[in-house]
């Protein structure tokens, strides 16, 4: 999903109201898109686990060149759409 796709959809998602420590999980390769959906983020490659951290932390201060590159990937979401 390129970054012009995802604005439509990010419009779609609605706010829930939290009680307790919901978690569901977020299969993506759009980073920004798993920035904004996410506080945790669990980056995996080759169905192994290379890195972990909080949504914005890893995504500013990627420590495995494979997140790096994934970021590298993807365009940043339109201005206001964030």
């Given at each position: 999903?390129?970054?012009?796709?995802?604005?439509?959809?990010?419009?779609?998602?609605?706010?829930?109201?939290?009680?307790?420590?919901?978690?569901?999980?977020?299969?993506?390769?759009?980073?920004?898109?798993?920035?904004?959906?996410?506080?945790?983020?669990?980056v995996m490659e080759r169905g192994r686990l290379v890195e972990t951290g909080e949504a914005v932390t890893l995504c500013a201060n990627p420590r495995e060149a494979y997140t790096r590159q994934l970021i590298a990937a993807t365009p940043e979401l339109p201005a206001g759409v964030a």
């Open positions: 999903m390129g970054g012009g796709a995802c604005a439509p959809a990010k419009q779609l998602i609605v706010p829930v109201p939290r009680r307790g420590d919901a978690r569901f999980p977020v299969y993506h390769h759009f980073m920004p898109l798993v920035r904004y959906l996410s506080t945790r983020i669990a």
